[in-house]
């Protein structure tokens, strides 16, 4: 069990503003989600993502970046995180 946030976590994928200035309050939790099957301009998925089939909606499952999901048993620390 987690008692750490999860952009702690090395499946945190943080959901960036239009302009790609910086990082929400929010990210794709990537061990959980279907990720599109092609990324936009821009956009760089993490490796070893699971894609959705052509023409099916990807399946994101968001997380906060400073909230903590007690009952997750993929948690993973980041390198270098504490």
């Given at each position: ?49 699971d ?32």
């Amino acid at each position: 069990m987690s008692d750490k946030p999860c952009n702690t976590c090395a499946y945190y994928d943080p959901i960036i503003k239009g302009d790609g200035s910086k990082p929400t309050n929010h990210g794709w939790c990537a061990i959980k989600s279907k990720y599109p099957v092609v990324e936009m301009p821009g956009q760089t998925f993490p490796p070893g993502v699971d894609r959705v089939e052509p023409g099916e909606l990807a399946v994101p499952h968001i997380v906060e970046a400073k909230g903590i999901v007690r009952h997750c048993q993929q948690y993973k620390a980041k390198p270098g995180s504490k």
